[in-house]
């Protein structure tokens, strides 16, 4: 005896197949009709003037049936779309689902490829706003997480006129009250517009994350500098978390100074005024635990610069702004808790009979370390600087350099220094100068100090030995290692296999590219 669930599916399914012959049936009838007409009045045109009057009253009436057989259509992918035969990822629960979602590209603002070195076309981006229209069940499970739409971007040159703008109310809206992330964007200027004003007033106290990108060349006008003053003053102290100005095509880097007079040991060039006070800038920024800087700095001494987990230091090269060893040393003392930091930054020195220098720093939640540019004064000064404590965390590192392998170089020696007291799992050695590094390592005697040592990458770095002899001991090192070897890929090169290391595991996914022997 038949249960009531599938006599019902038995039913529904009988009348799908009698409705879709009917609908064949009718709509075989409806083509041949309407092809007669077509044919009758192509010869009596003249006479055929209430035939006609009757074909333009049909015509919103086939719209209506088209429009209704893809109201179908979409019933019948929706039903398609929710089969784990055909689209099993609609096992998955709705929490998993905005998860995923999450993993689609958030931000929308373009980078200028005219003013910025670092512009990429960005291609073919898949945004949030396409789970809306794959089924019914993704867009419920997308708009019920608010998460998914707590990036929001606005630009200063356009205003509230365009797309972003209605883009950033639609997301202001389904992300709810949820904490978001707010991205700002000024190119050559900023226009006066209230009703722009009153949108960032709205959604700036519920901001953990604030991200200025300016892509002009030349320094800010006042408006949108009074505008970010605004955004901080209307901020909420302990809810912004990460603070990222983005200023890299500015010609001439700067610090923000306030209302309140400039320090008199920084250079009056240097400066772009943001109309707040000086109470509520650091009450606001002080809290902040993710720094990231390029282009625009709070002065050194700012608090700012404390209780920091993240600290992000860029500028770009031959420019005239830089940071004094000890203004470092003291920023990097405020923040012992720091897991992230990355510097790319120019530094001064005290020179003479009685200089000093910094007393070692204690970093011990270091995670990652980063350290660019062409600087290599300032990061052996770093290297020098900071300590880590035995038993620390796992340590990635990458490192630009610009001169030669050399033990009798002070950078290399702060180098082996550093990775030696620290536990180094990825290290990332890159090339940056207009020559090729040679990175000889006699003996290859950095590997017997990297025992924890998973991944190792080189960029644009010559060995001085051949790589059979490499290979040949480099075998001996532990087989959890992974090594890889990068040249510009228009080198010719070579690639060798890697033999199997032996019962305790094997080295993978190795990539040894050699161009030639080096003299």
């Known amino acids: 005896m038949p249960d009531l669930l599938s006599m019902l599916k038995i039913g529904l399914i009988k009348e799908l197949s009698h409705a879709s012959d009917q609908l064949e049936s009718a709509m075989g009838r409806y083509a041949e009709a309407c092809a007669a007409i077509l044919d009758y009045h192509g010869t009596n045109g003249d006479t055929a003037q209430d035939l006609l009057d009757n074909v333009m009253a049909e015509l919103p009436r086939a719209f209506n049936y088209k429009s209704t057989l ?50 990429h076309n960005n291609g073919q981006l898949v945004y949030p706003e396409v789970a809306l229209e794959v089924c019914h069940r993704w867009r419920q499970a997308a708009l019920a997480s608010h998460d998914l739409w707590s990036h929001i971007d606005i630009d200063l040159t356009s205003g509230s006129e365009g797309k972003l703008f209605s883009r950033a109310l639609a997301l202001s809206a389904r992300s709810k009250q949820v904490s978001i992330d707010l991205h700002t964007r000024i190119d050559f200027y900023c226009r006066d517009d209230q009703r722009f004003v009153d949108f960032c007033h709205s959604i700036v106290p519920r901001t953990r994350s604030f991200d200025f990108q300016c892509d002009g060349r030349s320094s800010l006008p006042r408006n949108p500098l009074s505008l970010w003053a605004s955004m901080l003053s209307w901020a909420t102290p302990g809810t912004l978390k990460t603070l990222f100005i983005d200023a890299q095509p500015m010609r001439e880097p700067g610090f923000v100074t306030l209302n309140d007079p400039a320090p008199s040991n920084y250079d009056a060039r240097l400066l772009q005024i943001m109309p707040v006070s000086e109470q509520i800038f650091e009450d606001i920024l002080s809290p902040i635990t993710s720094l990231k800087l390029d282009g625009m700095y709070p002065y050194w001494t700012s608090r700012a610069y404390v209780g920091l987990i993240e600290l992000d230091l860029k500028t770009s090269n031959n420019t005239n702004i830089s940071i004094s060893e000890f203004e470092l040393a003291n920023v990097l003392r405020a923040s012992p808790g720091l897991r992230v930091f990355r510097f790319r930054f120019k530094m001064t020195f005290e020179w003479g009979i009685t200089s000093t220098t910094p007393d070692p720093i204690h970093l011990n939640y270091l995670e990652i370390i980063q350290l660019g540019g062409r600087y290599p004064i300032a990061q052996e000064t770093i290297l020098r600087m900071i300590s880590i404590h035995p038993g620390q965390l796992p340590l990635q590192m990458l490192a630009e350099v610009t001169e030669h392998f050399s033990l009798l170089s002070p950078y290399w020696d702060q ?29 290859l005697s950095l590997f017997p100090l990297l025992p924890q040592l998973q991944i190792l990458t080189w960029v644009r770095l010559c060995l001085a030995r051949d790589v059979k002899n490499f290979l040949e001991i480099t075998m001996q090192l532990p087989s959890s290692h992974c090594f890889r070897r990068m040249i510009p890929p228009t080198e010719p090169f070579a690639s060798y296999a890697w033999p199997n290391a032996g019962s305790t595991g094997t080295i993978f996914d190795i990539c040894l590219r050699y161009t030639q022997r080096i003299p």
Not at 74 to 87: D, G, H, L, T, Y
Not at 92 to 107: A, G, H, V, Y
Not at 415 to 442: C, D, E, M, N, Y
């Open 415 to 443: 180098f082996l220094g550093f990775i030696t007291r620290s536990k180094i799992t990825q290290l990332q050695i890159q090339g940056v100068a207009p020559f090729k590094i040679h990175l000889g390592l006699s003996e």
């Open 70 to 119: 893809q109201k179908a259509m979409v019933f019948m992918w929706r039903v398609r779309n929710q089969s784990p035969s055909f689209v099993p990822i609609s096992l998955l629960p709705p929490e998993i689902l905005s998860r995923i979602f999450c993993f689609s590209e958030r931000c929308c603002l373009p980078k200028s490829r005219i003013t910025r070195r670092d512009a």
